[in-house]
């Protein structure tokens, strides 16, 4: 086992900080290894965040045989750069950053793992080399995330100002709000051809299952998988869940490796 804690260097000269962990046993795919990329929610998350579930899920990655990557997106956690400046495009960028430098170390091919708003920036990003998608209580449905959690409604007449707003969970910034408000993924749903796994609890009020009716409608890989738990809330904190999903997530990868 080898766990790796670097730092990648942005476009404009920021760190990006990630952990890197390889598998405890040979993978099924060794002379064409691919790549688990873990992407969190915002605001006030990061990779540890869900008491670390996604250390929890790299190591269900690593008992199986595959290689996986969590970072912090800039702005959150301990990459540079302030949570009020934090926006879609910035996110993507990162995940750009964090798959350039994995062909780097000669990954081609990717799965992707994304919590909440986390699974926004893998929705829009290049799917090319895609194998395989994991989500957790996905954000969908932007407008109402942004009008629920971010108070959107109440901050619409500043969209074109700039500036950020303080929320109890910290420092957001308005054109983040301005982006989620007027965003639509729908498109984007459409052409994503790689299967899908999507886990949500039934009773989230963060992020309400409703969200995916979406992915329900505009999925258009038949090998889609939705799982939902009754009393389920946000993040699905309870053991019995978290037990559940980490098995339906391995079970997942191994389908595709």
């Not at 046993?25 to 869900?50: A, K, T």
């Not at 308005?174 to 965003?183: A, V």
């Not at 299967?195 to 963060?206: E, F, I, K, S």
């Not at 505009?218 to 389920?232: A, P, V, W």
Request: glycine share 8%; with cysteine; hydrophobic share 35%.
């Amino acid at each position: 086992m080898s766990n790796n804690d670097l730092e990648l260097i942005s476009d404009n000269g920021e760190k990006i900080r990630i952990h890197y962990q390889e598998p405890f046993v040979l993978g099924r795919c060794l002379l064409d290894p691919y790549l688990m990329i873990f992407c969190h929610g915002f605001p006030n998350e990061n990779m540890s965040s869900h008491d670390d579930l996604f250390r929890k899920l790299q190591n269900a990655c690593a008992r199986i045989g595959v290689h996986s990557v969590m970072f912090d997106f800039r702005g959150c956690g301990t990459s540079d750069g302030n949570s009020e400046d934090f926006t879609m495009a910035s996110a993507t960028e990162d995940l750009e950053t964090i798959k350039e430098w994995a062909n780097n170390r000669g990954f081609e091919k990717f799965m992707i793992t994304g919590a909440g708003l986390g699974a926004v920036p893998a929705i829009l990003g290049d799917d090319q080399n895609i194998l395989a998608g994991a989500f957790f209580w996905p954000v969908l449905q932007t407008q109402d995330y942004a009008i629920r959690n971010l108070e959107a409604e109440e901050h619409k007449s500043h969209f074109d100002m700039g500036g950020f707003i303080e929320l109890h969970h910290g420092k957001v910034g308005i054109p983040l709000i301005k982006e989620l408000y007027h965003m639509d993924i729908i498109d984007d749903l459409n052409r994503i051809k790689y299967p899908c796994l999507l886990q949500q609890g039934a009773d989230d009020t963060v992020i309400p299952i409703e969200h995916l009716e979406l992915a329900k409608a505009h999925l258009r890989n038949k090998r889609i998988e939705i799982t939902s738990y009754q009393d389920g809330t946000y993040g699905l904190p309870q053991d019995n869940h978290r037990k559940h999903m980490i098995y339906h997530y391995e079970q997942f990868i191994l389908k595709y490796l």
